[in-house]
C-alpha cells in the first residue's frame, strides 16, 4: 500500500497496481512526497517523482515564453499516462481529434505549447496562469 503525503501535512493510503502508477498518482493530486512500501519502506518527494517519470526539464510547465521547446515524445506519452485520459477523451479537451494526438505520441511532428498547456493543467502539472509582463506588451 502506498501513501501520499499531503502539503497541508494530511496523509492518505491508496492501491496502485506499479511503482510506475503510485508516481503518477502523487503528481496528479500534488502531493508533497509519496510514501513507498519496501523492506525499508521509502519517501520520494515530488521533484524525485517528476525526476524519475522524466517530466523534470527546466521550463517544461512553465508559462508560455519565447525560446519554448516542445515536449519530447516520451514527455508527451508521460503526460498523457499522467492524465488517465484515453487518446479520444484528451483529443476532446483539447479540442483536437484522436487522430492528433496519436500523431504526436507516435513522434510525428511538435505538439503545440496550447495543447501541452491544457493537458498539464488539467494533470495538475501546471497553474492556469500567465506572466504579468506578458499581459502588459
Not at 502508477?21 to 519502506?41: F, I
Not at 522524466?54 to 512553465?62: I, S, T, V
Not at 508560455?64 to 516520451?74: C, F, K, L, R
Amino acid at each position: 500500500m502506498f501513501a501520499l503525503l499531503r502539503r497541508d501535512g494530511s496523509r492518505e493510503e491508496f492501491d496502485a497496481p506499479d511503482m510506475w502508477e503510485a508516481m503518477r498518482t502523487a503528481l496528479r493530486l500534488d502531493a508533497a512526497q509519496l510514501e513507498v512500501p519496501g523492506d525499508p519502506p521509502r519517501s520520494m518527494t515530488a521533484d524525485q517523482v517528476r525526476q524519475e517519470l522524466a517530466l523534470n526539464r527546466p521550463g517544461l510547465f512553465d508559462a508560455y515564453a519565447p525560446g519554448w521547446m516542445p515536449p519530447t515524445v516520451e514527455e508527451f506519452r508521460e503526460l498523457l499516462r499522467v492524465t488517465g485520459l484515453p487518446g479520444s477523451a484528451a483529443g476532446l479537451l483539447v479540442g483536437v481529434s484522436q487522430d492528433k494526438i496519436r500523431k504526436w505520441a507516435g513522434g510525428k511532428g511538435d505538439v503545440p505549447y496550447a495543447v501541452w498547456r491544457l493537458l498539464s493543467i488539467y494533470a495538475g502539472l501546471a497553474k492556469p496562469s500567465v506572466r504579468n509582463d506578458e499581459l502588459t506588451k
